[in-house]
C-alpha cells in the first residue's frame, strides 16, 4: 500500500505564498499522475493541479498563473507552490497519486489526509 503525506498548510494573509508537500511512502512500485484538489465547507472537492509522470501539468482555471505543481521523483514528493494567495484559496487541500505498489498490482488512487489552508482578507 502507498501512504500519502502532505504538509505546509497554515493560516497566510491574502497576496501571500504557501508550499505544500506530499510524500508518498510505503510499498511503491511506480507513481503515474499526481495532484492536488480542495475542498471548501459545503462545497465538492475540486481537482487544483495535477501533473503526470512526464512532467505534463493541467491546472483550475481559478488557480492558473497563481500555483505551481512539480514533483521530485527521487523522493516520491509533490510539491505545489501557491502565491498571490485568495480567501477563496480557503480550503482543505488533499493531494492525490495514481500508482502500484508492485509490478503484478493494479493502479490504484490513493489519497492523503490533507491539510488546511486559510487565506484570510
Known amino acids: 500500500q502507498v501512504q500519502l503525506v502532505e504538509s505546509g498548510g497554515g493560516l497566510v494573509q491574502a497576496g501571500g505564498s504557501l508550499r505544500l508537500s506530499c510524500a508518498a511512502s510505503g510499498r511503491i512500485f511506480s507513481i503515474n499522475a499526481m495532484g492536488w484538489y480542495r475542498q471548501a465547507p459545503g462545497k465538492q472537492r475540486e481537482l487544483v493541479a495535477v501533473?503526470?509522470?512526464?512532467?505534463?501539468?493541467n491546472y483550475a482555471d481559478s488557480v492558473k498563473g497563481r500555483f505551481t505543481i512539480s514533483r521530485d521523483d527521487a523522493k516520491n514528493t509533490v510539491y505545489l507552490q501557491m502565491n498571490s494567495l485568495k480567501p477563496e484559496d480557503t480550503a482543505g487541500y488533499y493531494c492525490?497519486?495514481?500508482?502500484?505498489?508492485?509490478?503484478?498490482?493494479?493502479?490504484?488512487?490513493?489519497w492523503g489526509q490533507g491539510t488546511q489552508v486559510t487565506v484570510s482578507s
Open positions: 492525490n497519486a495514481d500508482a502500484k505498489s508492485a509490478a503484478w498490482d493494479m493502479r490504484r488512487n490513493y
Open positions: 501533473i503526470t509522470s512526464g512532467g505534463m501539468t
